[in-house]
T-cell receptor
């Protein structure tokens, strides 16, 4: 299995809803990432988990809450979002966060397109 | 913090021709990694090629090659024999502790 799987592919939610984005990989990667990508912009790093511990939080608002239940799963819990949070949310994973370039290569999922009404 | 600059928002090339996408970066680190990722309309980010900063030899992957100039902090991507399937957004990326992307270059391959 050489894939990162993200569900759902599309999500529409109201500002008062609570929803979650899910990400799964079975490549034995120990680092997992959430990126946010607005239209025609590059991905922006949100969170990094390394060995199931949160190692980077890029000052993301608390309405986004990441969770890493185990080394294969990464969730992003969403609550009280704003319309400007509408974007493509990309999950990625890598063998590690340092070392040779093999460890540094990120494998991306196809993304979850979120629309906040 | 490191920055990655792609100065060409859009480019086009005729099928079978060669095109070069430019990328510059700024860092005080000596050990780092550079990547080119491709994002077609399907949205999936796909690794095109990677380069370790400590290696002087330029990386090559089939039709894709890089021109890595460490002193100039330049990392350009050359696509030879362009194909229609190469049409995509191309992002240059820099990594030491985390991955940072340039603004991207939208490449269109014309038949």
């Amino acid at each position: 299995d050489t894939e990162v799987t993200q569900t759902p592919k599309h999500l529409v939610m109201g500002m008062t809803n609570k929803k979650s984005l899910k990400c799964e990989q079975h490549m034995g990667h120990r680092a997992m990432y959430w990126y946010k990508q607005k239209a025609k912009k590059p991905p922006e790093l949100m969170f990094v988990y390394s060995y199931e511990k949160l190692s980077i939080n890029e000052s993301v608002p608390s309405r986004f809450s990441p969770e890493c239940p185990n080394s294969s799963l990464l969730n992003l819990h969403l609550h009280a979002l704003q319309p400007e949070d509408s974007a493509l949310y990309l999950c990625a994973s890598s063998f590690g966060t340092s070392g040779d370039s093999g460890a540094n290569v990120l494998t991306f999922g196809a993304g979850s397109r979120l629309t906040v009404l | 913090a490191q920055t990655v600059t792609q100065s060409q928002p859009e480019m086009s090339v005729q099928e079978a021709e060669t095109v070069t996408l430019s990328c510059t970066y700024d860092t005080s680190e000596n050990n780092y990694y550079l990547f080119w990722y491709k994002q077609p309309p399907s949205r999936q980010m796909i690794l095109v090629i990677r380069q370790e900063a400590y290696k002087q030899q330029n990386a090559t992957e089939n039709r894709f090659s890089v021109n890595f100039q460490k002193a100039a902090k330049s990392f350009s991507l050359k696509i030879s024999d362009s194909q229609l399937g190469d049409t995509a957004m191309y992002f240059c990326a820099f990594r030491d502790n985390d991955m940072r992307f340039g603004a991207g270059t939208r490449l269109t391959v014309k038949p």
